[in-house]
Structures are given as C-alpha cells and as structure tokens.
C-alpha cells in the first residue's frame, strides 16, 4: 500500500509531461494519492486531461492564479467532490520574458517586480487562503523554489526577489497553520529542462555546469523532485514544516568545485 493511500491532492502547475508538476502528481499517484489537477489556459486544457487521464484522475479544472474567482471556484469543486483537501501543491511562477536576461538592474520595472512576487509567491498563500475551510490535520502544503531565492544567478534577476518571498511566505504559512496540524515546505529544485525552462539563454550551460560541479556531478530529474515532494507531503514527513529542501544533486553546498 503506498503512502499516500487515502490522501486528496490538489497539483497545480502542469504543462506538459516535462512539468515538475507532473512528476510531482505521478509519484504520488503511484503512492496511492488521488489527484485534482488545474491548466492555466484552454490552450492547455487537452494536454493536462490527457495527463490526468494517466493518473487516473477526471478532477481537471481551469486556474489562472492571478484570478481570486478562479481560485475560489478550484475551492467550490474540491469542497462538492472532496469536502477535504489534504495536499497541496504549486508548481507555478511568472516573470515577463524580457525582464530574465541581461542586467538587472537596468531591466527590472515595477510592473515586472509586481507580477513576478504576485504569481510565484502571492499565489501560494492565496490557494491555502482560499483552501483553508478543507484543510485538516495531517494536510500539507509545498511550493518549487530554486537556489536563485538566496544565492544570485544571471539573468534569473526578478525572479530572485519572488523566490525568495516565495520562502518567507512559506514559513509564515508553516507558523500559522502549525498550531493547526497543517504542514508547508517548499522543495529548491535543481535546473530541469521544462517548458520555463525553454528558450532560457544560457540554459545548457546552466546544465553542463551542474553535472561538472554538484557533489552527486549530474542533474536531477521530475521523478526525483516528485519522490522527494510525495515524502514530503505524506505522513512520513509527518515532523517536517517550515522547510526548504534541496533536491539539486547537492549544487547548493559548494563553494568552489575542485576543478
Ligand atoms: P512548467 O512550465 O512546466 O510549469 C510552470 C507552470 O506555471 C505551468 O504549468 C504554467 O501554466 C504555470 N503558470 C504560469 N503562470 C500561471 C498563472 N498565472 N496561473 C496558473 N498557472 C500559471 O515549468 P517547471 O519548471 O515545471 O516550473 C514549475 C515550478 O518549478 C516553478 O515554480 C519554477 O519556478 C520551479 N522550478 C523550476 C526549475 C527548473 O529548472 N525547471 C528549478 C527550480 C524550481
Ligand atoms: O523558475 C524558473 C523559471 C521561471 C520562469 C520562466 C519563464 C519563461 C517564460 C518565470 N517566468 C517566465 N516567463 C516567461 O515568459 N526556473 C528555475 C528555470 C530557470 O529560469 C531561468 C534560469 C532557470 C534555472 C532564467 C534565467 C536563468 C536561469
């Protein structure tokens, strides 16, 4: 039996198969969890059913997350068809193309600064706002983050700021929900080849660097961020809150590679 048997998760931010998302909502699939899913646009709408359909799941529902109504309407679904919810995961963030390569400085714009911390990170305490009636004991909720929240990496720019706000958020959610036996942690994954990660300049090397560098000299999969994410929001994490963890293949320890 596996250890999600019994548990609702809700996993927002599939794409495509390449999506951490969906490596995400297979391993728990695999462990026994069943699975609602949410696609940003109609233009994703076939894709993500498709995908559904594979952890078979029919629970697939529009959400844009800039969307308060959107999201109150996931709300009203789940409550009709789960009445409880006990996961939740969001695998989404967005920053304006032009403002992720170059100087920093010289590109970032408010309007760019707004959007990036109002979909990557907003969003997160916006779902467990709006979640919160169905949350119960033993739910947990997990957000992706990237190394860029405390370290610096080009042309990552706003998107830095908006992952680190994405951590803050994530332990005041940790400290408030807590007293009510309710779970968040984010996962800091390392760099992946998915649909945001296309057409990112400098990407391949960003990938080469990580297998000649991190301690395991290699980069880490969906599967492995979805292993990692089904722990984390199972009881066996049952003690863990408040918690960044880093499925990076170690990038995050180094501090000069021996080469
Ligand atoms: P992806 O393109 O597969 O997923 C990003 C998702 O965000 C998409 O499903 C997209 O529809 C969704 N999205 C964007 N704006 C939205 C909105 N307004 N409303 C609803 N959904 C919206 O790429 P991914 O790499 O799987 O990204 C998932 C998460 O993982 C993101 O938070 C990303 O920052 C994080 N992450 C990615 C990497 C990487 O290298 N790929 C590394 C660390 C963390
Ligand atoms: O979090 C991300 C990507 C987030 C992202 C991607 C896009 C591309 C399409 C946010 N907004 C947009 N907006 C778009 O229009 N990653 C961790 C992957 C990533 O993105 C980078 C990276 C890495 C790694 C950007 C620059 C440098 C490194």
Redesign the pocket.
């Known amino acids: 039996m596996g250890f999600l048997t019994g548990k609702r998760a809700l996993v927002v931010g599939v794409a495509s198969d390449r999506s951490i998302a969906w490596g995400i909502a297979e391993a728990m699939a695999r462990e026994g969890a069943e699975i609602a899913y949410t696609y940003q646009n109609d233009k994703l709408k076939e894709r993500v059913e498709e995908l559904a359909g594979q952890t078979g799941s029919r629970l697939v529902m529009p959400l844009d997350v800039a969307e308060d109504a959107q999201i109150d309407a996931v709300c009203d679904t789940l409550r009709r068809e789960w009445a409880q919810v006990d996961v939740i995961v969001h695998s989404v ?5 032009e403002q ?1 390569s170059g100087s920093y400085v010289d590109t970032v714009t408010r309007d760019g600064f707004r959007l990036a911390q109002d979909i990557s990170s907003y969003s997160f305490v916006a779902l467990a706002k709006a979640a919160r009636p169905m949350l119960v004991p033993g739910s947990a909720l997990l957000a992706l983050s ?1 190394l860029a929240a405390v370290r610096t ?4 720019n706003v ?1 830095g700021p908006a992952k680190a706000s994405l951590e803050a958020n994530m332990r005041f959610m940790a400290a408030d929900l807590g007293p009510s036996g309710i779970r968040v942690n984010c996962i800091s994954a390392g ?1 992946i080849k998915t649909l ?2 296309a057409g ?1 300049g ?2 391949r090397i ?1 990938l080469h660097y990580m297998e000649k560098t991190a301690p395991l000299r290699r980069c880490v999969t969906i599967e492995e961020v979805g292993n990692a994410a089904a722990f984390l929001c199972s009881d066996l994490a049952a003690g863990v809150t408040g918690q960044t963890l880093y499925v990076d293949a170690g990038y995050h320890v180094i501090g000069m590679s021996p080469e």
């Not at 963030?93 to 193309?97: E, G, I, Q, V």
């Open positions: 963030a967005f920053a304006p193309r992720l990237y990496i080009p042309n990552y998107m760099p945001a990660a990112i400098g990407m960003m």
